[in-house]
């Protein structure tokens, strides 16, 4: 995790806060929470606050069954600092002691915590990782401090931590409307559940790297600096809507003809920058020219990629497996991962 819109707190005090009502015993609290990743079907890029991390266009995302990240998060009473462990290794844990600080500051407690953190896939390198795990911390967070919060409002607490991840609150297909500046109630909607549509995403999955530039670093510079950026705003929107009707009719054409245009809208406003921001890598493209291939052949499935190199394909249940494996085939294709529509966020007290 390395997006986060909230200043890192000053130095951590030990020990239980006077005012820990709110957290019974929370000194031995542990929470664990599973959050999936979600790709966005309408993409979202630029902020229009960015302090309180509040996305300057509407997005429309699917959240993913099997692309996991697992949380867990004990409040210590003789920790003097966070401890954060992503994927079994210690990570600096200023980021995410400034996120946690948003919940601690809701149960009046100033608690330090061991938090452990595991992603099922690629961290950090376009398979929304953020999301999930932004997700999964806010759930694992509010589960051990008892703070009983609303997914609604786990949702809006997820988005400060990075925009995407306020969807992975909710499973099937979800929106995230634009956020007014000043606003910080912004939070995810479900639209349909996952039994709504038999649908999967096909991963091509292109390099196991981490990306060289974050979605926060990269859509800032794309604000600041991309001749298109006002024209990216004005188009994401008529995108948006023609996906959310296309995802709401089941029809799929729509969904995805829009969906490509999204993410190639996208991507073209932010190789437009000074310099460029290319999230690209030769595989990217092959396997984009692979489905429009396949398209004239008969097989549906249309392509949309994040900020990393990875191709995420829309398709038909039905053809999921043909077009795995004609995805497999690809050279430079690490490997292919498959996923259905997944559910939202679970959180419990342990
Ligand atoms: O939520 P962030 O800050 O990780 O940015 C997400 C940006 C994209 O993945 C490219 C688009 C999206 O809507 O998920």
Same mark, same amino acid.
């Given at each position: 995790?390395?997006?986060?819109?909230?200043?890192? &707190?000053?130095?951590?005090?030990?020990?239980?806060?006077?005012?820990?009502? &709110?957290?019974?015993?929370?000194? +031995?609290?542990?929470?664990?929470?599973?959050?999936?990743?979600?790709?966005?079907?309408?993409?979202?890029?630029?902020?229009?606050?960015?302090?309180?991390?509040?996305?300057?266009?509407?997005?429309?995302?699917?959240?993913?069954?099997?692309?996991?990240?697992?949380?867990?998060?004990?409040?210590?009473?003789?920790?003097?600092?966070?401890?954060?462990?992503?994927?079994?290794?210690?990570?600096?844990?200023?980021?995410?002691?400034?996120?946690?600080?948003?919940?601690?500051?809701?149960?009046?407690?100033?608690?330090?915590?061991?938090?452990? &953190?595991?992603?099922?896939?690629?961290?950090?390198?376009?398979?929304?990782?953020?999301?999930?795990?932004?997700?999964?911390?806010?759930?694992?967070?509010?589960?051990?401090?008892?703070?009983?919060?609303?997914?609604?409002?786990? &949702?809006?607490?997820?988005?400060?931590?990075?925009?995407?991840?306020?969807?992975?609150?909710?499973?099937?297909?979800?929106?995230?409307?634009?956020?007014?500046?000043?606003?910080?109630?912004?939070?995810?909607?479900?639209?349909?559940?996952?039994?709504?549509?038999?649908?999967?995403?096909?991963?091509?999955?292109?390099?196991?790297?981490?990306?060289?530039?974050?979605?926060?670093?990269?859509?800032?510079?794309?604000?600041?600096?991309?001749?298109?950026?006002?024209?990216?705003?004005?188009?994401?929107?008529?995108?948006?809507?023609?996906?959310?009707?296309?995802?709401?009719?089941?029809?799929?054409?729509?969904?995805?003809?829009?969906?490509?245009?999204?993410?190639?809208?996208?991507?073209?406003?932010?190789?437009?920058?000074?310099?460029?921001?290319?999230?690209?890598?030769?595989?990217?493209?092959?396997?984009?020219?692979? #489905?429009?291939?396949?398209?004239?052949?008969?097989?549906?499935?249309?392509?949309?990629?994040?900020?990393?190199?990875?191709?995420?394909? +829309?398709?038909?249940?039905?053809?999921?497996?043909?077009?795995?494996?004609?995805?497999? #085939?690809?050279?430079?294709?690490?490997?292919?991962?498959?996923?259905?529509?997944?559910?939202?966020?679970?959180?419990?007290?342990?």
């Amino acid at each position: 995790m390395t997006d986060l819109a909230v200043s890192v &707190s000053s130095a951590p005090r030990a020990g239980l806060a006077a005012s820990m009502s &709110s957290a019974p015993q929370a000194g +031995l609290a542990t929470g664990r929470a599973i959050a999936r990743a979600n790709i966005a079907l309408a993409k979202y890029w630029g902020k229009s606050d960015v302090g309180l991390n509040l996305p300057a266009v509407p997005s429309l995302s699917l959240t993913l069954d099997g692309l996991e990240t697992t949380t867990t998060v004990r409040f210590d009473s003789a920790m003097t600092a966070d401890l954060f462990v992503l994927n079994g290794r210690a990570a600096p844990p200023q980021v995410t002691t400034a996120f946690v600080d948003l919940l601690r500051a809701r149960a009046g407690t100033t608690l330090r915590a061991h938090i452990e &953190s595991t992603n099922n896939f690629p961290t950090a390198s376009g398979l929304a990782s953020s999301a999930s795990g932004y997700a999964a911390l806010v759930g694992a967070t509010n589960a051990a401090l008892g703070l009983g919060l609303s997914l609604d409002a786990m &949702s809006a607490i997820a988005r400060r931590g990075s925009a995407s991840a306020a969807r992975s609150v909710f499973g099937g297909f979800v929106e995230l409307l634009r956020g007014e500046p000043g606003h910080d109630s912004l939070c995810a909607t479900e639209v349909a559940p996952v039994s709504h549509w038999n649908v999967e995403l096909v991963i091509a999955v292109t390099t196991e790297l981490a990306k060289e530039t974050s979605s926060r670093d990269g859509m800032t510079h794309t604000r600041e600096t991309s001749p298109y950026y006002q024209a990216w705003l004005t188009h994401a929107y008529e995108e948006f809507k023609e996906v959310r009707a296309g995802v709401l009719g089941r029809d799929f054409k729509r969904t995805g003809e829009a969906m490509e245009s999204s993410t190639l809208a996208m991507h073209a406003c932010a190789m437009a920058a000074r310099p460029g921001v290319i999230y690209w890598n030769g595989t990217t493209l092959t396997v984009f020219q692979k #489905a429009k291939e396949l398209r004239s052949n008969g097989l549906q499935t249309y392509a949309t990629m994040d900020a990393g190199p990875h191709v995420k394909l +829309l398709v038909h249940s039905q053809d999921a497996e043909p077009l795995a494996q004609e995805i497999a #085939a690809i050279p430079g294709v690490v490997r292919v991962i498959r996923a259905k529509p997944g559910e939202g966020l679970v959180c419990e007290r342990v």
